[in-house]
T-cell receptor
Framework: GEDVEQSLFLSVREGDSSVINCTYT??????LYWYKQEPGAGLQLLTY?????DMKQDQRLTVLLNKKDKHLSLRIADTQTGDSAIYFC????????????FGAGTRLAVHP | DTEVTQTPKHLVMGMTNKKSLKCEQH?????MYWYKQKAKKPPELMFV???????INESVPSRFSPECPNSSLLNLHLHALQPEDSALYLC???????????FGPGTRLTVL
C-alpha cells in the first residue's frame, strides 16, 4: 500500500538543529522528497534523494535515507525563524508520471 | 522564466457559477499536474498531463474538467462545485529528464 507518515509537530530553539522524520511503505519508490510550505503559499522543493543513496547534503540541509527501514529524515542545521513552516515528505511511486504521495506534514516552530 | 504561475490567487464562486483556474510555465516542462489541498492536509493528486495528454485522473468528479491547450498552459474548468470543494488548488510541472515537481503558489478557492 501507499502510505507516508510523519510526526505532526516539532519545536526547536533558534540556532539548534532540527530533525524531521518520515517513514514510507512503498519499497519500490525511486525518489523521496522534502517540500516546505509557508502559510498561504505553494510548496517549495527543498531537496530530494534517489533511492540508491543513503545521504545527501545541501548547505544547511542533510537528508538521510535508511532503505531497509524505509525511514527518511531531514536535518536542518542552525535553524532560523525563517525555517518555521510545514515540511512534507513525499515518495515518488514507481511506474512513471511522477505520482507523489505526501505525508501529513510536520509543523516546525522555531522560537528564540 | 523559472517558475510556475497560477491565476487567480483567490476565487470565490457560487455553486451555479462556471470558472477556470489557469497555470503556466515556460521552463520547457512536459508534465503538468493539478493537486487539491484542504486545510491542514497534504496535497492530493487530481490530474496529470504528459506531453499534453491526460495520463492520470484520480477519480475526480466531472465538475472538475482539466484542459492542456499547449505544453506551457494547464487549465482547470470548474462547474457546479460544492462548498466541500473549497481548497487550495496547486499546479505543478516537471521536466522530461528529471523527477522533480515544481509547484506554483496555488489558487485559494472558496465555494459559497
Amino acid at each position: 500500500g501507499e502510505d507516508v507518515e510523519q510526526s505532526l509537530f516539532l519545536s526547536v530553539r533558534e540556532g539548534d538543529s532540527s530533525v524531521i522524520n518520515c517513514t514510507y511503505t512503498d519499497s519500490s519508490s525511486t525518489y523521496l522528497y522534502w517540500y516546505k510550505q509557508e502559510p498561504g503559499a505553494g510548496l517549495q522543493l527543498l531537496t530530494y534523494i534517489f533511492s540508491n543513496m543513503d545521504m545527501k547534503q545541501d548547505q544547511r540541509l542533510t537528508v538521510l535515507l535508511n532503505k531497509k527501514d524505509k525511514h527518511l529524515s531531514l536535518r536542518i542545521a542552525d535553524t532560523q525563524t525563517g525555517d518555521s513552516a510545514i515540511y512534507f515528505c513525499a515518495e515518488n511511486l514507481s511506474g512513471g508520471y511522477n505520482k507523489l504521495i505526501f505525508g501529513a506534514g510536520t509543523r516546525l516552530a522555531v522560537h528564540p | 522564466d523559472t517558475e510556475v504561475t497560477q491565476t487567480p490567487k483567490h476565487l470565490v464562486m457560487g455553486m451555479t457559477n462556471k470558472k477556470s483556474l489557469k497555470c503556466e510555465q515556460h521552463m520547457g516542462h512536459r508534465a503538468m499536474y493539478w493537486y487539491k489541498q484542504k486545510a491542514k492536509k497534504p496535497p492530493e493528486l487530481m490530474f496529470v498531463y504528459s506531453y499534453e495528454k491526460l495520463s492520470i485522473n484520480e477519480s475526480v468528479p466531472s465538475r472538475f474538467s482539466p484542459e492542456c491547450p499547449n505544453s506551457s498552459l494547464l487549465n482547470l474548468h470548474l462547474h457546479a462545485l460544492q462548498p466541500e470543494d473549497s481548497a487550495l488548488y496547486l499546479c505543478a510541472s516537471s521536466p522530461p529528464s528529471g523527477n522533480e515537481q515544481f509547484f506554483g503558489p496555488g489558487t485559494r478557492l472558496t465555494v459559497l
